[in-house]
């Protein structure tokens, strides 16, 4: 039962849904791929409130079964419910996070607390949840097996987690809270995308853009003539740093892009989000009291890895010092040669990328210049990312032009498995538009499942500079990087090998949902897939083995930057949900200063990764008190890759056995002792440390 979760359903359904809209069967496309050729955007408000409307009926069905609760009329039953609603919210949700437009966002907003009430009406149901307590408290004497076993006590503790143990008017007051959560979060995604367009750097002087190549010039070209204004205009990224801070020549140019990328959600207009965020973190604390629970982190983190903020917040706060002194180590070598340029000037965020990469020609002989050339968009996606997964699993991937997608830029393969049987179907949308949410995601259309007998259909999604009509897409290795991120995550979801479709694929805790994809990086900078896909985009050249072994050796370059920004994010998003409840509304701004100089990372040249008022990822992505999740995971995914290293590398046996000891898995059994098993041990922190080049700073440290 894959109750939405991003909480998302324009019109008023008068409009009526019957057979002439497309969700209202299951698609016959190969895959049970959704027939996006077909689908208006009118299709899929009425299809969701059907979608409601016809799984709460099932729901009520189930609870007031007059039969003795079973596995089977209870668990089963809710597992095969739902099936309307999940195929119009699957796809709406890929094509309002990728393709949005305003009638889409109107629904968004309409449905937001339809959605959030729709799940209370689930979880929080008296007679649903005595059938589910009766058999978790008698499951000893099922005997079921693990995976079932594993569900009755996943959806026993998510209804308590919901608060189905509540009186009846704390019930009506968490409902309240709820509504106005969902759709608050679904109102800061509207502002941000709306602030985050029009934040975008925009000049008619093309000398201010002196150092970008002439492909992104043209690209900036273009994207000025897509929003019919003169000139030129540098769209944003989601991250507070900008990718062409590192070449941008002229300092009053970067200053400026970098101010409107810091302050995009912050000019007291429509689009300011600051309101919303104290708003967001106030009720969340309220909603953490109701529930029992000392903040709201407490509640969140109850079915995660870490089990409890202090438990997070100790793991983050090991990594402040050696990281943040071996940020000011570097930004030591920036002044020193600024200084030496004689540029009269302490340095500032906007400049640290830009002198960083200096600092990194000159000791590496590395230029960004030289190496996106070997990185073809294309080229990369079948020659390395594919190939990897190849050479691991044995799996293979033919293009099909015949699916129907959401936009023109989005490509379709059909993945086959080793012994050549259809195993999924994996879309991919890589480039930036204006109605696109900011960074990159995987998501599914179609979760696996062997109880409804479906195979997996996943996507991932990015923001990499699409060039003009007729260039290469030469992307840098942080975005080759990001490919193999995403990729991880598809794996994840393809390999998927369970019976129920609550426990499969990604449907794990956020501190080991980022595991797979973060270990899948690793295979990027691995000699024998860099060698296969690093060629020149004219010639097919491979990249110089002098010129890989610089990108090899500069690994740890900046990773006291890298680091400290991604910590100070954590941290930050920590600090707003471990607020007590009855804290008054917070000033952001405030709010954040004090957040980061309580944690010790408050470094004026290392701005946190996102700012407050336009972090996506807590207050509209489901990471609420969960953002620390991408460094618990990175924890995992090195001590995994070494695992690896000290048992041959990239082979097929290796990959195999993650495969069918992890990968496959999904949420079937505590992963904890999954991953252990797999290990043969608990993992250490030592690999990660390694790789970010701390180990001499920080020592050793434990989870």
């Known amino acids: 039962m894959a109750i939405g979760s991003s909480g998302k359903a324009a019109h008023p359904a008068e409009t009526g849904f019957g057979p002439n809209n497309p969700f209202y069967a299951p698609s016959t496309l190969p895959f049970h791929a959704p027939p996006f050729d077909k689908i208006k955007d009118s299709d ?3 299809a969701i409130e059907a979608g409601m409307a016809k799984q709460r009926e099932e729901i009520k069905v189930i609870a007031n079964n007059p039969a003795k609760p079973t596995f089977e009329n209870t668990f089963v039953a809710m597992e095969k419910s739902g099936r309307l609603f999940d195929r119009a919210m699957s796809a709406f949700n890929a094509v309002t996070g990728a393709n949005l437009n305003p009638e889409l966002q109107k629904v968004q907003q309409i449905e937001a607390p339809k959605l959030a009430a729709h799940e209370d009406a689930i979880f929080l149901d008296p007679k649903l949840f005595q059938r589910v307590k009766a058999i978790y408290e008698s499951r000893a004497s099922l005997k079921l097996d693990p995976e079932s076993d594993r569900l009755v006590e996943y959806y026993y503790k998510r209804f308590v987690h919901a608060g189905a143990n509540l009186s009846e008017a704390d019930k009506t007051a968490l409902k309240k809270l709820n509504e106005e959560e969902s759709s608050l979060s679904q109102a800061f995604l509207t502002k941000l995308l709306a602030a985050t367009k029009e934040a975008a750097y925009v000049t008619a002087d093309r000398t ?3 150092g970008l190549t002439d492909a992104q010039i043209a690209a900036a070209t273009e994207a000025a003539k897509g929003r019919k204004v003169e000139g030129y205009v540098i769209p944003l990224q989601n991250t507070t740093q900008q990718p062409d801070l590192t070449v941008l020549q002229r300092r009053p140019t970067r200053q400026a892009l970098f101010e409107d990328s810091w302050n995009r959600a912050e000019h007291g207009g429509a689009n300011d989000t600051r309101e919303i965020v104290s708003r967001l973190a106030q009720l969340r604390s309220e909603k ?13 983190l109850e079915d995660q890895m870490a089990k409890t903020p202090e438990a997070a917040i100790k793991f983050m706060d090991a990594l402040v010092p050696g990281t943040t002194a071996k940020a000011h180590s570097e930004a030591r070598d920036i002044q020193d040669l600024i200084d030496a340029q004689k540029g009269g000037f302490q340095l500032q965020p906007w400049d640290w990328n830009f002198y960083s990469d200096q600092v990194r020609k000159a000791r590496y002989d590395l230029d960004e210049a030289q190496i996106k050339p070997y990185f073809e968009l294309n080229n990369v996606l079948e020659n390395g990312v594919f190939y990897a997964a190849t050479q ?12 129907p997608v959401y936009q023109p830029d989005v490509r379709v393969f059909e993945v086959s498995d080793a012994d050549g049987k259809p195993m999924a179907l994996w879309y991919c949308d890589y480039f930036k538009r204006d109605n696109k949410n900011g960074g990159a995601w995987m998501d599914s259309l179609v979760g696996q499942s062997k109880l409804l007998g479906t195979l997996p259909v996943v996507f991932n999604v990015a923001n990499f500079a699409k060039p003009a009509p007729g260039q290469p897409a030469l992307i840098s290795f942080t975005d080759v990087t990001t490919m193999f991120h995403e990729f991880g995550h598809a794996l994840h979801g393809m390999f998927a090998d369970t019976t129920y479709p609550t426990l499969s694929g990604t449907a794990v805790p956020r501190d080991f949902v980022e595991f797979p994809s973060q270990f899948n990086e690793h295979w990027a900078s691995y000699p024998g897939v860099f060698q296969h896909y690093a060629k020149h985009y004219q010639t097919g050249e491979p990249m110089p083995a002098e010129l890989a072994a610089k990108i090899k050796k500069s690994i740890t370059f900046n990773q006291g930057y890298a680091l400290t920004e991604v910590v100070a994010a954590a941290e930050l998003d920590m600090q707003w949900h471990v607020l ?3 804290t008054p509304l917070q000033k952001p701004d405030e709010f954040e200063t004090k957040a980061l100089e309580k944690t010790h990372l408050s470094l004026s040249y290392v701005p946190s990764r996102y700012r407050s008022s336009y972090f996506a990822h807590v207050w509209g992505g489901g990471y609420s008190a969960g953002y620390y999740a991408y460094l618990w995971a990175e924890m995992l995914d090195h001590d995994a890759f070494q695992w690896f290293e000290d048992h041959g590398g990239l082979t097929r046996a290796n990959g195999d056995r993650f495969r069918k000891m992890v990968l496959s898995r999904g949420n079937t059994e505590d992963l904890a002792k999954m991953y252990a098993t797999w290990r043969g041990g608990e993992p250490t922190i030592e690999p990660m440390l390694k790789y970010r080049g701390l180990l001499p700073t920080v020592g050793q440290a434990g989870q």
């Open 44 to 46: 899929y408000q009425p």
């Open 208 to 210: 201010s853009l002196a």
């Open 288 to 300: 953490a009291k109701l529930l029992g629970y000392p903040n709201y982190a407490a509640w969140k």
């Open 392 to 403: 691991l699993y044995g799996i293979t991937f033919k293009e099909r032009k015949d699916i």
């Open 580 to 582: 007590p409840p009855g």
